[in-house]
């Protein structure tokens, strides 16, 4: 491929080695708090991290009366994150990503749509790409039934993709369903793996600090590449 090419598929960004304390074990399931873990992090050090927050903003758009009943229960049973949490989650991201290093953000289509701006107002994220999730099975909703989910790209200043996206026939609505109901918002394991690959080199660290299933170790072990990251509930 010419040097004036746009499209790089190799990864021209330097990661430094990353040193951890003793208690983050690297590819496991850390039980511990997001923000304490990112705090332990070193600052520069991860070139990727995808974050999949627990908002309470979704239960209060799509309350149905049946909140902590029925099929609410176990979504309901999971630690909540109100905004300044889920905004101190993103800024410690920030802090520990390389420069041009990507966030991959879980969003729903309330918050698509109203704005999340705030939640990363103060970093060097910019968005720089948007991947629609299409589950291929029909969920709940008063108006039409939700069937998508969205990954919002961000990336740490300086925002550039060639020498740092290496994969580019990724598709931005993405047809995958889950393989198990591990975890009530388990996301999908192929489009993850993907995304890894196409911003990290093998033995790249990513990580996840409120990871749930633990999805996102499971597709960085997919791309032989390492995993270090935690939730509440291990
Ligand atoms: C939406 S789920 C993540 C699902 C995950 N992406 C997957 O594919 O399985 C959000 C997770 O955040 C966890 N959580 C909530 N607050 C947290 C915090 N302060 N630190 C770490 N994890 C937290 C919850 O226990 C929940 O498992």
Redesign the pocket.
Known sequence: MSKNNVFSTERELQVPPIILPDFLEPNSRLK????K?LYHLPNESVPVA?L???YRGVLDKMNYGNEGKSREKRRNS????NEE?IGQ?IQGINNVLISSGHLFL?IDKFHLCQGFKNWFDGTQLEVVDLIVWDKGRIGMGYRTRRVSEYCVVLQKQPKRAKGVWKIHNIPDVWHEQKETK??P???PLNL?AELIAAVTNEGDYVI?????????MTAAHLQNRNFIG????G
Do not use: N, R, Y
């Not at 511990?32 to 923000?35: E, K, N």
């Not at 999971?78 to 994150?81: E, H, V």
């Open positions: 511990m708090d997001g923000l873990f995808f999949d927050p627990q999971l630690m909540q994150m949490i989650l879980w591990d975890h918002h388990q996301k993850q996840d600090p409120a990871a749930g299933s633990f999805s996102v935690c939730d509440l509930e």
